[in-house]
RNA sequence: GGCUGGGUGGCAGAGUGGCUAUGCAGCGGAUUGCAAAUCCGUGGACCUCGGUUCGACUCCGGGCCCAGCCUCCA
């Protein structure tokens, strides 16, 4: 039985889709005019890792994640570069889709873009003035009027009045609240521009997650999600809109993961101490990075070091050690190792625990193979892989993942001194092997001698 | 100021009203020509002050501290 954290009721709660055996989920992607930091990691890896447990748990997942390809900051780097926006747009497009297969990420099912709903934004925002919750403001900006909707703020736990009295936002002449937010913005002279009712302009960032996720999931759907930031005002508004437009409950179940952190401090844009994936990918591999994230709780804070990247490489190579020389037995997974795995995952998908599950299970396989129980090591190998690929983990060849690295030195030259050392060694040349030895461990390589001979590593 | 979430051993990070998390690092042993890897064993923790309880790190309340949102942000 599946319980997640819900954000609408700030308590786990068991899942219930609306129709049985499916899942309607919709999760914020990103804007695309620059390359994904290791935030974005973190939200692309963890809601992959939802939807691959909610298939491994019998659920046919309709997983929707939008790209947002037209909003200021992209209009401002465009023209910064002096390109076509649509130019930037598609290069960066295609870095994310490199960096989420880097990941291990499965592509969503669908991957709305803004500026391809355009009719539905419009339909929506239409909507919206025609039941009153919406306006025209004389300088062509459409508003959302937030004191008609009923219930403003019970998604991040705000209230109307609160927000007033913490005003920090500057006061737009033309809104009738400064708390109204806009659903569509009239284009200044020279920036891109969509023919609207209310004249030429743009969406507003809210409202084409409502167009989008309602058009493809319907006007009620089981999970929404995306990074704690989003939960105020983006999320919120977005309750705000569909719900006033459509006039039904928008999303049974909201998930928000926690932040990355640098020293304490999260990791954002506008601090500027962020690391873009692509960055860490040099020094680390993907799957390195994957694990990492899924170490800890996705609601966490997830606190980003070398050193801790460091101790997640350390236990990748526990996993591939073990599995080094085994043949893993085809499996369905099914068994005591997979029963806790699940409960571990049942509790709002404690990828944590189910890691250690996964470590009990590297330590039996170890032991098989050091008693020389071939069978019973395959049937382990077998279950930690299927279980590994639950999370995305452990696909990998286990010996080319603990040959791969940041080493420069050829394989071949490699292989050809690991056979000088073990002609020194047969003649017990103590000496010569371990200058080799040595010689070879300077490189970052380390060996290992077992009974099926001498294995090597890129430490 | 308002609203969230959190404070666990050297580090990372789960969890539980009384019983081993787990990984990395440390220590002892096995294994090894010596190592590495592996196995076995082992030390070490629950911010603080009260309360509830036979018993609380775990539940309740106060305090202190940290992060986040209230402005673009995954």
């Known amino acids: 039985m599946l319980k997640l954290y819900n954000n609408l009721s700030r308590q786990k709660e068991e899942f219930t889709p609306i129709e049985p055996g499916k899942v309607g989920m919709y999760v914020c992607g990103m804007t695309v005019y620059d390359y994904c930091h290791v935030g974005h990691a973190r939200v692309l890896v963890v809601f992959d890792m939802i939807t691959r447990y909610l298939r491994h748990s019998g659920y046919a997942v309709n997983y929707v994640r939008n790209i947002t390809d037209i909003d200021d900051k992209i209009i401002k780097r465009a023209n910064e570069n002096g390109e076509p926006m649509q130019a930037l747009t598609d290069r960066f497009i295609a870095a994310m889709h490199e960096d989420s297969a880097a990941l291990g990420v499965l592509p969503p099912d669908q991957e709305p873009r803004a500026t391809t709903s355009m009719d539905l934004i419009l339909n929506m925002i239409q909507t919206l003035i025609d039941?009153?919750?919406?306006?025209?403001?004389?300088?062509?900006?459409?508003?959302?009027?937030?004191?008609?909707?009923?219930?403003y703020g019970k998604l991040s736990g705000k209230k109307l009045e609160d927000l007033r009295a913490g005003e920090r936002v500057a006061v737009d002449e033309s809104k009738d609240d400064p708390l109204?937010?806009?659903?569509?913005?009239?284009?200044?002279?020279?920036?891109?521009?969509?023919?609207?009712?209310?004249?030429?302009?743009?969406p507003g960032w809210h409202i084409e997650c409502s167009a989008m996720s309602t058009h493809c999931l319907g006007h009620s759907f089981d999970i929404h999600g995306g990074g704690l930031d989003l939960q105020?005002?983006?999320?919120?508004?977005?309750?705000?809109?569909?719900?006033?437009?459509?006039?039904?409950?928008?999303?049974?179940?909201?998930?928000?993961?926690?932040?990355?952190?640098?020293?304490?401090?999260?990791?954002?844009?506008?601090?500027?101490?962020?690391?873009?994936?692509?960055?860490?990918?040099?020094?680390?591999?993907p799957e390195v990075m994957r694990y990492f994230i899924l170490a800890s709780h996705y609601r966490s804070p997830l606190n980003y070091s070398d050193?801790?990247?460091?101790?997640?490489?350390?236990?990748?190579?526990?996993?591939?050690?073990?599995?080094?020389?085994?043949?893993?037995?085809?499996?369905?997974?099914?068994?005591?190792y997979e029963t806790r795995f699940r409960t571990a995952m049942d509790d709002d998908f404690n990828t944590a625990e189910a890691m250690a599950i996964?470590?009990?299970?590297?330590n039996a396989l170890n032991k098989a193979k050091a008693d020389n129980n071939a069978e019973q090591a395959a049937q382990l190998a077998g279950q930690l892989r299927y279980l590994g690929g639950v999370l995305g983990l452990l696909q990998d060849d286990a010996d080319s993942f603990l040959k791969g690295g940041a080493g420069d030195d050829g394989d071949a030259e490699i292989d050809a001194l690991v056979a000088q050392r073990n002609q020194a060694k047969k003649d017990k040349q103590w000496a010569e092997a371990d200058r080799i030895r040595d010689e070879l461990q300077a490189r970052g390589i380390v060996l290992e001698d077992g009974a099926g001979g001498t294995r090597w590593r890129r430490a």
């Not at 020279?190 to 030429?200: A, D, L, Q």
């Not at 459509?246 to 993961?257: A, P, Q």
């Not at 990748?316 to 099914?334: I, K, P, Q, S």
């Open 131 to 151: 039941k009153g919750y919406a306006y025209a403001a004389n300088n062509g900006d459409v508003y959302y009027d937030v004191s008609k909707f009923e219930g």
């Open 180 to 202: 109204d937010f806009v659903l569509w913005k009239a284009a200044k002279a020279g920036e891109p521009y969509w023919e609207s009712p209310w004249g030429h302009g743009r």
């Open 232 to 285: 105020f005002p983006h999320h919120e508004n977005e309750i705000a809109q569909s719900e006033g437009a459509t006039g039904c409950k928008f999303v049974n179940y909201w998930i928000h993961n926690g932040f990355v952190q640098i020293n304490e401090e999260k990791m954002s844009k506008s601090l500027g101490n962020f690391f873009t994936l692509r960055e860490v990918l040099k020094s680390y591999a």
């Open 358 to 362: 996964l470590f009990e299970l590297a």
């Open 307 to 336: 050193q801790n990247l460091d101790s997640a490489k350390s236990a990748l190579e526990r996993f591939y050690t073990a599995l080094r020389d085994v043949n893993a037995a085809a499996t369905d997974g099914a068994g005591d």
